[in-house]
């Protein structure tokens, strides 16, 4: 365990989604590589574009007079492929682990998106779940896990945050969160968490019903 979380408990446990709980990085690719196909935006242009909101990324891709059809033509192609997507290890434990527990998903993917793609996983999910919809900035802003702590009732220094990506990553820094960092889609290098670990399967979680800890399993 690392020293930064060796000892501590928190007021509530806010989870990314994609990366984090499920995996949908097939059907990500798959749509994206279909929408930059007609963009005709070459692959390098992304960049670190991992846990950004596709609205967010289409701005950065396409010029001004096109970004309202570019916003269109993703969500149109996102929503219609949830295929191959699953539940990724130890996710539906560490639920069950927090049954009762305060605990949120804050993710940068749309409403209807992450609805879709919770359905398709079969994943059974927190009361709060805070999309992109929610707030007037995606991350890295901090806005996603501010408005999560908002609505659990909590303070963001008293949450763990548990992402895959490095922009969420630096969005839950911001948000002044502690860090949980999965090595599902980031490599170790990049990953800047307090405790990084493989996946949800290499820890657990208890609660008392007011105080979440995690340990490795």
């Known amino acids: ?39 005709e935006v070459p692959a390098e242009r992304f960049g670190n574009s991992h846990g950004l909101p596709s609205a967010d990324l289409v701005r950065r891709l396409l010029p001004e007079d096109r970004h309202e059809q570019g916003i269109a033509r993703i969500n149109e192609l996102e929503l219609a492929d949830v295929a191959d997507i699953v539940v990724l290890p ?32 079969d994943l059974v999910p927190p009361t709060v779940i805070i999309t992109v919809d929610d707030v007037r900035r995606g991350k890295p802003a901090p806005d996603p896990f501010l408005e999560a702590a908002r609505r659990l009732g909590v303070d963001p220094a008293d949450c763990l945050v548990v992402e895959d990506a490095t922009n969420g990553l630096q969005a839950a820094r911001s948000a002044g969160c502690a860090t949980l960092g999965l090595l599902t889609t980031t490599p170790a290098d990049q990953l800047d968490a307090e405790l990084p670990v493989p ?12 105080r979440v800890a995690v340990a490795p399993r």
């Open 90 to 121: 130890g996710a539906a434990r560490a639920m069950a682990e927090l049954a009762g527990a305060r605990t949120a998903i804050a993710t940068s993917a749309a409403r209807d998106l992450a609805k879709a793609r919770i359905a398709a996983a």
């Open 1 to 39: 365990m690392a020293e930064g979380l060796t000892g501590r408990s928190f007021a509530a446990v806010l989870f990314d989604l994609d990366g984090t709980l499920i995996d949908s990085t097939p059907a990500i690719v798959r749509a994206w590589t279909t929408w930059a196909t007609e963009f």
């Open 199 to 210: 996946g949800l399967a290499a820890v657990q979680f208890a609660h008392d019903g007011d």
